[in-house]
């Protein structure tokens, strides 16, 4: 159920991206069909996907980054200051802005502002946005596998302070780049007397791009282009992935053709024996050792490295060799499944345009159809009383409930929900306003009134029970006792298996916890209560309250512009003159650290296959992808030596030589 609704978001996310994707390419290039822009838009997707997999994503999506951010600062620079007297640009300053808006009234019953001024917060269209961009917005992050790959990729308090670093720099996105072009837009049409473009344009997402074209000529048109690609490209290509790894990983490994058939919880997935318990006799449990002290993946991961051929020779190891044969069957398949999910963008693209859906269509229908599954998500990690009944319930029953409402609410407009009317009507701000509140609530309070009626009482050693249940859910190749021995200060164990209590766990990550649950609602509090309910203590802003209002859009821009180019930078940087350091030890020790080989993975040196489920494939990308990042670390490094004019010695230049091999 879970699969489907992951399935449903990133199809919504990628229907969203096409649509844009093709609108603003459409606007920009002349002639340009809709068949010909989907085909480009796959294209990229797919080739990108394809030449950097998971892995190379991280590190291409920095310069994606990079150079979106690099994009919008020249868009607020030419808004706002003007540097180059560009006699097509009437603004220049935060004054000119404001003088043209303050002569702008906006229309009464479309966006319900009050005043008819766009320059207040007090706008019924706004509220309905607001609600909906959260609910909308909780739906995706809870239901993106695209996220989940990402966060569960990263160590629990690092991928805290990762995803709220990420969110505020994000944030100048929406907040910055919308604001600077969104009353670039309206400065425009007063500046000419009469709207750039029709509803239904600004609805498509055509108004940043007409900005552009108009204040910077070609120049913008080749910069929205960009900016618009490398986005296309980015989270395309997230989405493409996170497809792939629910077909492969959840359905296809899980259902149709399992390493082990009917295996129980509690099984090794490796020898089929129980993984842990009381029986008397020791046979009867697993004994399997951890592939990163076995000796046999040691040599088969030597003879791979060693070997040339395109094709690689056959694993020996009894103990993993066959699963690691599967995990790699597994990832040709994915392969595979990444090329047709490509290819199926491009229908999908076209029935977007046929049926003349938009941006904003599919940007509010979002929360109707994926967010019912918010709080049963969040109750299957948090609640150990949470069951499956009530969780189903909360997810199938709050969906059939927001499309209920949602439809009903539409079919009370002009038309109903014939086929000529049915995208405007439902496209309407409340009815759609009223589904998603509906998804969610209805999902929330089914799933725990229905856990509470299967599930009444539990004991806590039934609690304890429960939990040791997702502690079983591991990879044998790269476990996660291995992963977090050191946050734990764990010695090697003798089977892959072997944990420490849970207590120590829970002791040990509490400070990630702590962090998390603090940052949610202070972050709460202060984007959705204080800073709106600060903003409404003025009817219409004056020119000081404008001026600090996109003062501060264009600050949080550069801020985040700065932390989001120089941080990476800097880390990957440090960890490379790490790496450095620890070569020329192992050189001048005479020994070889197999951690260092092209073929190893961040944590273990002997796994180069993919992971079993597709919550770890960061820390397990396959040897193509970890071949091509360990080659670029290499050759950066070797960039600072020279810099440095530090001389290599021979014997490192021998150890250098074994790691590319």
């Not at 029953?397 to 079919?411: E, I, R, V």
Request: with cysteine; aromatic share 12%; charged share 15%.
């Amino acid at each position: 159920m879970f699969c489907t609704f992951a399935f449903f978001t990133n199809l919504i996310v990628m229907m969203s991206l096409t649509i844009a994707g093709t609108a603003v390419l459409n606007s920009l290039v002349s002639d340009l069909s809709p068949e010909a822009a989907a085909m480009l838009l796959a294209a990229v997707i797919g080739g990108y996907t394809l030449i950097g997999g998971l892995g190379a994503t991280f590190y291409v999506s920095y310069f994606n980054t990079a150079l979106i951010f690099v994009l919008i600062l020249m868009l607020v620079v030419e808004v706002f200051y003007n540097p180059f007297q560009n006699p097509e640009n009437p603004f220049g300053s935060s004054e000119a802005v404001y003088d043209f808006i303050s002569c702008w009234k906006a229309p009464e019953g479309s966006v319900g502002n009050k005043g008819g001024s766009y320059l207040t917060f007090f706008s019924s269209g706004g509220l309905v946005f607001g609600i909906v961009n959260i609910v909308g917005n909780f739906g995706t992050v809870f239901c993106d596998q695209a996220y989940w790959q990402s966060s569960v990729a990263a160590k629990p308090l690092q991928g805290v302070w990762g995803f709220i670093s990420g969110g505020l720099t994000w944030f100048a996105i929406p907040f910055t780049l919308a604001t600077t072009m969104g009353l670039a837009y309206l400065g425009l049409s007063s500046a000419q007397g009469a709207p750039m473009l029709s509803d239904d344009d600004v609805a498509r997402g055509l108004a940043a791009p007409l900005v552009a074209q108009k204040l910077l000529g070609s120049t913008g048109e080749y910069s929205m282009l960009f900016l618009i690609l490398m986005a296309v490209m980015s989270t395309g290509s997230a989405e493409v992935i996170a497809v792939s790894s629910i077909i492969i990983y959840d359905v296809y490994q899980a259902y149709l053709c399992p390493f082990r058939e009917n295996m129980k919880s509690g099984e090794c997935v490796l020898c089929g024996k129980m993984l842990r318990g009381r029986s008397e006799c020791a046979e009867d449990l697993c004994s399997c050792k951890s592939a990163v002290n076995c000796h046999e993946c040691k040599i088969d991961s030597k003879a791979r490295a060693m070997c040339t051929s395109i094709v690689k020779p056959h694993y020996s190891c009894p103990t993993h060799g066959q699963y690691k044969e599967y995990q790699e069957h597994l990832l040709n398949y994915k392969n595979w499944c990444i090329v047709i999910s490509t290819f199926l963008s491009i229908p999908l693209c076209l029935f977007c345009w046929a049926v003349n859906l938009n941006l904003t269509w599919t940007y509010y229908f979002t929360g109707i159809l994926i967010s019912s599954s918010v709080v049963p998500i969040a109750l299957s990690i948090l609640w150990a009383r949470a069951t499956a009944t009530g969780l189903i319930a909360g997810v199938i029953g709050g969906c059939a409930c927001g499309m209920t409402t949602w439809l009903t609410y539409a079919s009370q407009f002009e038309g109903g929900l014939s086929a000529a009317t049915f995208v405007k009507n439902t496209g309407e701000e409340m009815p759609m306003l009223v589904g998603n509140c509906t998804s969610i609530g209805v999902g929330a309070i089914a799933s725990i009134l229905v856990t509470y009626c299967t599930r009444w009482n539990m004991s806590k050693e039934e609690v304890e029970a429960e939990w040791e249940k997702t502690r079983d859910i591991d990879n044998p190749l790269s476990p996660w006792v291995e992963v977090y021995k050191g946050e734990l200060n764990l010695d090697d164990g003798e089977n892959f298996h072997d944990r420490p209590p849970l207590e120590i766990v829970i002791r040990k990550f509490r400070a990630a916890k702590i962090t998390a649950y603090t940052a949610a609602v202070l972050f709460t509090l202060f984007f959705v209560c204080l800073w709106p309910g600060s903003m409404l203590s003025v009817d219409i802003l004056d020119f000081s309250g404008f001026n600090i209002w996109t003062t501060l859009s264009r600050a949080w821009a550069f801020i985040a512009a700065a932390f989001i180019i120089i941080v990476p930078m800097y880390q990957e940087l440090r960890a490379i003159v790490r790496q450095i350091a620890k070569n020329k030890e192992d050189a001048e020790n005479g020994c070889e650290d197999e951690t260092t080989a092209p073929l190893a993975n961040g944590n273990a040196a002997t796994n180069p296959v993919q992971p079993t489920n597709n919550t770890s494939q960061k820390n397990q990308s396959n040897n193509k992808h970890e071949y091509i990042l360990q080659s670029l670390r290499r050759v950066m490094g070797r960039a600072i030596f020279s810099l440095r004019g530090e001389q290599i010695s021979g014997q490192n230049r021998n150890t250098d030589t074994c790691n590319r091999l």
